[in-house]
C-alpha cells in the first residue's frame, strides 16, 4: 500500500514539475512590458493586458505549493519505508562486520599450476 502511495505522489510531484517550468517559459520578464507600451503587439494577450500577470502568477504560486508539498511527502515516505537500511554508512558497517573465514579462499583453476 506505501508503494503505490509513493508512486501516487511520484507521479503527481513530476507533472507539478513539469507543470511550473511550462508556466514560468510562458510568462514574460518584467522589461516585456517596456516594449509594449512604445506599439509592441504583446499587450493584447489572451487574458488582456494586466489579467495575465495575475492569473500565471497565481497559478505559478500554487503549482510551486504543490511542488513543495509533494516534496515533503516524498521525503516522508522515503524514510519511512521498511526494510531499507537509512544510510549508505550503515550498509557498509554491516558488510564489514560480517565475519571472515579463518581459512584464506584458495583460487580455483590453472592459477594453482603456476610454479613459483
Given at each position: 500500500?506505501?508503494?503505490?502511495?509513493?508512486?501516487?505522489?511520484?507521479?503527481?510531484?513530476?507533472?507539478?514539475?513539469?507543470?511550473?517550468?511550462?508556466?514560468?517559459?510562458?510568462?514574460?520578464?518584467?522589461?516585456?512590458?517596456?516594449?509594449a507600451?512604445?506599439?509592441?503587439?504583446?499587450?493584447?494577450?489572451?487574458?488582456?493586458?494586466?489579467?495575465?500577470?495575475?492569473?500565471l502568477?497565481?497559478?505559478?504560486?500554487?503549482?510551486?505549493?504543490?511542488?513543495?508539498?509533494?516534496?515533503?511527502?516524498?521525503?516522508?515516505?522515503?524514510?519511512?519505508?521498511?526494510?531499507?537500511?537509512?544510510?549508505?554508512?550503515?550498509?557498509?558497517?554491516?558488510?564489514?562486520?560480517?565475519?571472515?573465514?579463518?581459512?584464506?579462499?584458495?583460487?580455483?583453476?590453472?592459477?594453482?599450476?603456476?610454479?613459483?
Amino acid at each position: 500500500m506505501s508503494g503505490i502511495f509513493f508512486g501516487l505522489v511520484l507521479t503527481v510531484h513530476v507533472l507539478v514539475g513539469v507543470a511550473v517550468i511550462g508556466l514560468v517559459l510562458v510568462q514574460h520578464g518584467k522589461g516585456a512590458d517596456l516594449g509594449a507600451s512604445f506599439g509592441g503587439g504583446a499587450s493584447g494577450s489572451l487574458f488582456g493586458a494586466s489579467g495575465s500577470a495575475n492569473f500565471l502568477s497565481r497559478t505559478t504560486a500554487a503549482l510551486a505549493t504543490a511542488f513543495f508539498v509533494t516534496s515533503l511527502a516524498l521525503t516522508y515516505l522515503a524514510s519511512h519505508r521498511g526494510g531499507v537500511s537509512r544510510s549508505v554508512m550503515d550498509a557498509a558497517t554491516v558488510e564489514q562486520s560480517a565475519p571472515a573465514s579463518s581459512q584464506p579462499a584458495k583460487p580455483a583453476g590453472p592459477a594453482q599450476e603456476i610454479p613459483k
